[in-house]
């Protein structure tokens, strides 16, 4: 898979993506990551990418041309998948990354200031927000995105760091989980997982799964349940 990032602070990308499943992905092939800075597209002397919004206004608006320009540079950008971040798209869930996963090429686009122009959106596919709020950038945005998609390619995480019961894998949470000591300030592991009775740790964990579902996220357990009718 290739991902490229349309940003202006490649800064914010560079440092992040080297680091732990990310950069292990990159530095065993699985993924290739591009960080273009659409600045260098800039025709204006002092490379200016933004100006004042047409109608009066606050704040800074991205100009179409220089993204557009970085865009078109990107080889094979035409068969590519291209994202734009942005708290107007559609809110970032496990299936919208799973189908994410199955693209060889994303291209991803990180607005700043107040956003970018209006017309920029009929050069990208797909609009996506990581939640409810305004953040400043969508560089943030975009590590999310890469983050839960390069998780889900074959060969990334290993048999240790299986993604099969994580949260949102069958529309459910995941059930509590423990590690060592057995018991710390009085708080004792369950004993079912002390058992070695895998079919009764199965039986506990789908339980576990199911009633904490109910609890925190009662569209998850709804939906399931008439799922699974
Ligand atoms: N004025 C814009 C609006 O109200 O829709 C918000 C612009 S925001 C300050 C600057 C950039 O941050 C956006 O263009 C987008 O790339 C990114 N961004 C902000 N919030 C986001 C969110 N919740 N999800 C994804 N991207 C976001």
Known sequence: ????????FPGMILPVIKESIIGRAISEGNVTINVIDFRDFSTNKHQKVDDYPFGGGVGM???????????RSIEG???????????QGETLHQSL??????????????????????????????????GDYVLTGGEYAALVIIDSVIRLRPGVLNKDES??????????????????????EGKDVPEVLLSGNHQAIKAWRDHERLKRTKERRKDLYDRYIKRHK
């Open 61 to 71: 608006v991205l100009q179409v041309e220089p993204i557009v320009r970085a865009l």
């Open 163 to 184: 993604h099969q019961d994580d949260s949102f894998s069958e529309g459910l949470l995941e059930y509590p989980q423990y590690t060592r000591p057995r018991v710390f």
């Open 97 to 130: 990354s799973e189908s994410f996963s199955h693209q060889d090429h994303l291209i991803i686009l990180c607005g700043h200031y107040e956003g970018f122009d209006e017309r920029v959106r009929d050069y990208f596919d797909c609009e996506v927000s990581i």
């Open 1 to 8: 898979m290739r991902i490229d990032v349309l940003t202006l």
């Open 77 to 87: 950008y035409q068969e590519a998948l291209k994202i734009i971040t942005t708290p």
